[in-house]
């Protein structure tokens, strides 16, 4: 069932009762580092840890490295925002993030813009195994926004499904397969298994909702136009009364929408700075903005738009009442330029109705959340793209890679460019993530870096151009990663404190006790030495160390890899020789 919504858990959507995450792919426009970072605890690696435990770094590398080949984002290139707070650990994350970049079609950017997560999922206890389809307006960012998801969930059967089933999957196969053309081998690998997964499913349940039935319309991927097969052909043939809502809307797309049946009803619900005096008269129920008070920062100086984008149509010829959700604005650049992803949702028999629907949004209670509007703005604004946006773009495009050498345990980044297609006139600067003090001017010739230490090497970059500042992902050829993601682990574990920490969190089946006891230990511990407790901590691991080794064997190994990354001078006088008479041991009774 579709909601709206003006928050999310991304826990709650990612991750199903009873079920641990294989793999998932998660589609969006903008990225923020920190959502980026979240993804690792909502895949259900670690998602019971409150926000005292998000303080605690070596709890965030465990999730990281849990979560490591289990995830891939694709995101549009350009739309990572700046982190406030630089960290290392994002560039453990670089692998996760695939950067997509798309031709320019006349004067204007194509956007990758859907935003769709493909999560497979299996219960450990009956070894039954679905795959989780969940269609957003939501971005992967920290927005306050009101936003709209959707999520339905397939049966992986034993057998392949019927004729009739994989043609109604055919458009979400196609998809992933584009994403797939457009990923490293590894990742591509993994979306190949989901695809074959989805063509053993005969039908994602929709069981307890209104709906009845369900149809994917992917946009600007080869062989499927938005404008052609999903607005003319599907969403407007035979459309009666209809409800748009979409933050942004154009005029020459509202005609489209409203011309079909001048006696059906209509209403639009958009940002005031998108409406136009001409739209007005084309929505005879009204065109409606979210109240001042949500988008004015009088609460918590936190303002809320309008972000969701929902079409309910009924059709004329079928009698049937559908719903149309996910990233496609109400635009000619969302239905025919973008690359984006709509579900369609068809309601059982009076299950809704026009009149249901607009209650639901416009009402006179007192939570409703927009108001009719008379005229449009004087100051209309609204604009997906700006110049320096566009130029951010060029910028990027012109970007061919970067390429790393080493001297005297020292590194060299040197980054070039397509200087056919750098611009002279467009003043970009450019420093590796976290690297700010070594902001350099990016020009047709490229640029160097030298002088770099091991963690500082990232294949993220902060690119600005003119008032615009974001994060793009550069390839990167000789990029030492193993070495890399060692060091930066040692920057972060560099005390024999932080070692246990990290070893006792490996090995606890309770996350909200550890966190607990640690923070109390952490109270008791001097600054920068021992006390009494450190001979019970040993205790209390060599015993969790035992208990693990007969209910999963695996943790135990993962601790040799533990000591392989750390550096010598933070594990603890004598745990390398107990470790290694704790392994005879444990060989000798399995054995045995």
Not at 123 to 152: A, H, M, W, Y
Request: charged share 25%.
């Amino acid at each position: 069932m579709a909601e709206l919504w003006s928050d999310i858990l991304y826990t709650d959507v990612m991750q199903s009762d009873g079920y641990i995450v294989d793999y998932a792919i998660l589609t969006t426009y903008s990225l923020d580092m920190p959502s980026l970072l979240a993804v690792p605890f909502a895949l259900g690696t670690m998602n019971e840890l409150d926000e005292a435990a998000f303080r605690s770094p070596h709890l965030i590398l465990e999730a990281v490295n849990r979560a490591v080949d289990k995830f891939v984002v694709f995101c549009n290139a350009g739309c990572i925002a700046v982190p406030q707070r630089d960290s290392k650990l994002y560039t453990l994350l670089e692998h996760s993030v695939v950067q997509i970049t798309l031709e320019a079609k006349g004067h204007g950017f194509v956007n990758f813009h859907p935003k769709v997560w493909v999560v497979k999922e299996t219960n450990p206890d009956s070894g039954e195994s679905q795959i989780k389809v969940v269609v957003l307006s939501r971005n992967l960012t920290g927005s306050n926004d009101l936003d709209v998801v959707c999520e339905l969930v397939g049966k992986i059967g034993s057998k392949p499904a019927s004729n009739k089933a994989q043609q109604k999957h055919a458009p979400l196969i196609d998809f992933l397969k584009w994403l797939g053309k457009r990923s490293a081998r590894r990742i591509s690998k993994n979306i190949d298994y989901i695809i074959d997964d989805i063509q053993y499913i005969n039908s994602f349940e929709l069981d307890g909702s209104p709906f009845d039935d369900y149809d994917f319309f992917p946009m600007g991927i080869d062989g499927y136009n938005g404008i052609e097969q999903c607005l003319e052909r599907e969403m407007l043939d035979g459309a009666g009364d209809i409800v748009v809502i979409s933050p942004f809307v154009d005029m020459k797309t509202m005609q489209m929408m409203t011309r079909y049946n001048h006696r059906s009803r209509k209403t639009l619900i958009a940002r005031h700075s998108s409406i136009d005096n001409e739209m007005l008269s084309l929505f005879g129920d009204g065109v409606y903005v979210p109240k001042e008070v949500l988008t004015d920062r009088v609460e918590k100086d936190i303002a809320v738009d309008l972000h969701e984008k929902v079409y309910f149509i009924h059709n004329n010829h079928t009698g049937n009442n559908q719903l149309y959700l996910g990233s496609t604005n109400a635009t000619q650049n969302g239905f025919d330029r973008n690359v984006e992803f709509l579900l369609r949702l068809t309601f059982r028999r009076y299950q809704c109705s026009y009149d249901k629907f607009r209650k639901e949004l416009i009402n006179d209670g007192k939570d409703c959340m927009f108001e009719r509007i008379t005229a449009a703005s004087p100051d209309n604004t609204a604009k997906e793209d700006s110049s320096d946006e566009l130029y951010l773009r060029k910028v990027i495009s012109a970007i061919k890679q970067a390429e790393i050498q080493e001297k005297d345990n020292l590194y060299t980044i040197i980054i070039s460019c397509y200087s056919s297609k750098m611009q002279n006139d467009i003043d970009s600067s450019i420093y590796p993530l976290g690297c700010d003090n070594l902001k350099r001017k990016l020009t047709p010739n490229g640029v160097l870096f030298d002088g770099l230490d091991l963690p500082m090497l990232t294949e993220f970059y902060v690119i600005k151009v003119g008032e615009v500042e974001r994060v793009v992902k550069i390839e990167t050829k000789g990029m030492p990663t193993e070495a890399r993601d060692i060091a930066i682990f040692r920057s972060i574990i560099d005390t024999k404190g932080k070692f246990i920490n990290y070893l006792a969190f490996m090995l606890t089946d309770n996350v909200e006790q550890y966190i607990v006891e640690s923070h109390e230990l952490e109270k008791e511990r001097p600054i920068g030495g021992y006390n009494t407790t450190d001979q019970e901590i040993s205790i209390s691991l060599y015993e969790d160390m035992v208990r693990m080794a007969y209910t999963d064997p695996s943790r135990i190994s993962s601790i040799k890899s533990l000591m392989d990354k750390a550096s010598d001078d933070v594990i603890p006088e004598h745990f390398k020789e107990m470790y290694a008479t704790f392994e005879k041991a444990l060989n000798k009774i399995y054995r045995l």
